[in-house]
């Protein structure tokens, strides 16, 4: 909801941190989701924000005319109503701009406080007779991650032609994943983790099941078979910015970016090269050349490798051929700032590991930094000119933004023997 421009897709980045949530801000997203303390999908994935952070995310994201959405999307015990009684009250003082959903106490809950409701895929929405059930709710319903876009623009083209809306007065808006990790389960609904650890994935405590390697024993025979080149039950990861376009005409109004867990220049990057598709389509110069570049840069950040999912029809399949990322690059921690000297646009940091040379790619992340990438292009090692600084040495080099202690810095590698794990 609240799109600036209509004719545009919001783009809805996560943030799992101040540093995501700042990388969010700074690469041009629509609006923002997060989860505080437990109750929500990444309850383990991610730092996750305190009841406090509230008004600081709200803050942060007004002054960018960023949307604020809080997850509390997981299953809710009687035992949890309490404290979800009072993130609700807490996220309306905060002037949060929606909560998303899944229970129907809590979206009783959101409703009578007064806040904005969107539906969570965890209620695995799948045709139109329910989403308008859910429109006398919600204003925003993220559908099931099964669908194709000829399922969702069904959907799309019946809100229209009966114009259905929500609380709010506004036509129902849809959104869809489109990006990130996806799961074996319906809608993200798994019990391996549960039954194997007592680790709920659906309280936001996933253990990562199906990311694993397995054997495959002959009950009869007792012959074991090993899956080759395959993890059978871990999925590429979702990518849609090469078909943004066919996206864009199934009428979804919300694209939302999956990576809570994940770190901010992941986020940078998605957010970066999403926000550049969609504004292309926006201005009618979408185009494959476009395409190759986005799909690098995706590539660059931590990834499974990249598939469609089910938005073209196709069936199951794609499964990951490695465990862990696929990053054709990684970073390599080389140390902390240390003091910013704002007239002279400097940056000093403590060099605590490995060397940093000019002509080196960087990355600095923090709190209120976020994720800035650059190159190295002239350096000070302790206060003299050079080419290469060394653990213990001292390091400025010109920044034109503010850095703080509590920032980190890393050079940006390429990742060895990528090429093997695709």
Same mark, same amino acid.
């Given at each position: 909801?609240?799109?600036?421009?209509?004719?545009?897709?919001?783009?809805?980045?996560?943030?799992?941190?101040?540093?995501?949530?700042?990388?969010?801000?700074?690469?041009?997203?629509?609006? &923002?989701?997060?989860?505080?303390?437990?109750?929500?999908?990444?309850?383990?994935?991610? /730092?996750?924000?305190?009841?406090?952070?509230?008004?600081?995310?709200?803050?942060?994201?007004?002054?960018?005319?960023?949307?604020?959405?809080?997850?509390?999307?997981?299953?809710?015990?009687?035992?949890?109503?309490?404290?979800?009684?009072?993130?609700?009250?807490?996220?309306?003082?905060?002037?949060?701009?929606a909560? /998303?959903?899944?229970?129907?106490?809590?979206?009783?809950?959101?409703?009578?406080?007064?806040?904005?409701?969107?539906?969570?895929?965890?209620?695995?929405?799948?045709?139109?007779?329910?989403?308008k059930?859910?429109?006398?709710?919600?204003?925003t319903i993220?559908?099931?991650?099964?669908?194709?876009?000829?399922?969702?623009?069904?959907?799309?083209?019946?809100?229209?032609?009966?114009?259905?809306?929500?609380?709010?007065?506004r036509?129902?808006?849809?959104?869809?994943?489109?990006?990130?990790?996806?799961?074996?389960?319906?809608? #993200?609904?798994?019990?391996?983790?549960?039954?194997?650890?007592?680790?709920?994935?659906?309280?936001?405590?996933?253990?990562?099941?199906?990311?694993?390697?397995?054997?495959?024993?002959?009950?009869?025979?007792?012959?074991?078979?090993?899956?080759?080149?395959?993890?059978?039950?871990?999925?590429?990861?979702?990518?849609?910015?090469?078909?943004?376009?066919? &996206?864009?005409?199934? #009428?979804?109004?919300?694209?939302?970016?999956?990576?809570?867990?994940?770190?901010?220049?992941?986020?940078?990057?998605?957010?970066?090269?999403?926000?550049?598709?969609?504004?292309?389509?926006?201005?009618?110069?979408?185009?494959?050349?476009?395409?190759?570049?986005?799909?690098?840069?995706?590539?660059?950040?931590?990834?499974?490798?990249?598939?469609? @999912?089910?938005?073209?029809?196709?069936?199951?399949?794609?499964?990951?051929?490695?465990?862990?990322?696929?990053?054709?690059?990684?970073?390599?921690?080389?140390?902390? #700032?240390?003091?910013?000297?704002?007239?002279?646009?400097?940056?000093?940091?403590?060099i605590?590991?490995?060397?940093?040379?000019?002509?080196?790619?960087?990355?600095?992340? @923090?709190?209120?930094?976020?994720?800035?990438?650059?190159?190295?292009?002239?350096?000070?090692?302790?206060?003299k000119?050079?080419?290469?600084?060394?653990?213990?040495?001292?390091?400025?080099?010109?920044?034109?933004?503010?850095?703080r202690?509590?920032?980190?810095?890393?050079?940006?590698?390429?990742?060895?023997?990528?090429?093997?794990?695709?």
């Amino acid at each position: 909801m609240g799109l600036i421009n209509k004719n545009k897709i919001e783009l809805m980045a996560p943030a799992g941190n101040f540093e995501s949530l700042q990388a969010a801000l700074d690469n041009g997203a629509d609006s &923002v989701y997060f989860g505080v303390e437990q109750l929500n999908m990444r309850a383990r994935a991610s /730092i996750n924000f305190t009841i406090d952070d509230l008004k600081e995310i709200s803050k942060r994201c007004k002054a960018k005319s960023v949307r604020t959405y809080l997850t509390l999307n997981t299953i809710i015990y009687d035992h949890d109503l309490t404290i979800v009684k009072t993130l609700i009250n807490k996220a309306k003082e905060a002037d949060i701009s929606a909560i /998303i959903v899944m229970d129907q106490a809590v979206i009783a809950m959101a409703r009578a406080a007064g806040m904005e409701v969107h539906i969570s895929t965890q209620i695995n929405i799948t045709n139109f007779e329910t989403l308008k059930f859910y429109a006398m709710f919600a204003d925003t319903i993220v559908l099931s991650r099964e669908l194709s876009l000829r399922q969702v623009k069904k959907i799309t083209q019946q809100i229209e032609k009966e114009q259905v809306k929500g609380p709010s007065g506004r036509l129902i808006e849809i959104e869809i994943f489109g990006h990130g990790a996806l799961c074996m389960a319906v809608s #993200g609904k798994c019990y391996m983790s549960l039954h194997t650890y007592n680790s709920s994935a659906n309280r936001g405590a996933c253990k990562q099941n199906c990311r694993k390697k397995y054997t495959v024993i002959d009950q009869e025979s007792g012959i074991e078979m090993e899956i080759d080149n395959e993890y059978i039950m871990s999925p590429k990861d979702l990518c849609t910015i090469d078909i943004l376009d066919q &996206v864009a005409d199934a #009428g979804i109004k919300v694209l939302k970016i999956e990576g809570r867990g994940r770190a901010p220049e992941y986020v940078a990057k998605v957010i970066k090269a999403y926000r550049e598709a969609i504004d292309s389509i926006a201005d009618a110069n979408f185009n494959k050349d476009k395409v190759i570049v986005w799909m690098q840069e995706l590539g660059k950040v931590y990834n499974r490798g990249f598939w469609n @999912g089910y938005y073209l029809g196709q069936k199951l399949g794609e499964w990951s051929k490695g465990s862990g990322s696929h990053a054709t690059q990684k970073k390599v921690y080389i140390g902390k #700032g240390v003091h910013y000297f704002p007239k002279a646009k400097i940056g000093e940091f403590k060099i605590e590991a490995y060397d940093i040379s000019i002509g080196d790619t960087i990355l600095i992340t @923090g709190p209120t930094t976020g994720a800035k990438e650059m190159k190295i292009t002239e350096m000070f090692v302790n206060d003299k000119k050079g080419e290469k600084a060394q653990r213990g040495d001292s390091l400025t080099f010109p920044l034109d933004f503010r850095i703080r202690p509590s920032d980190k810095l890393y050079k940006i590698v390429a990742t060895e023997n990528v090429a093997e794990k695709i």
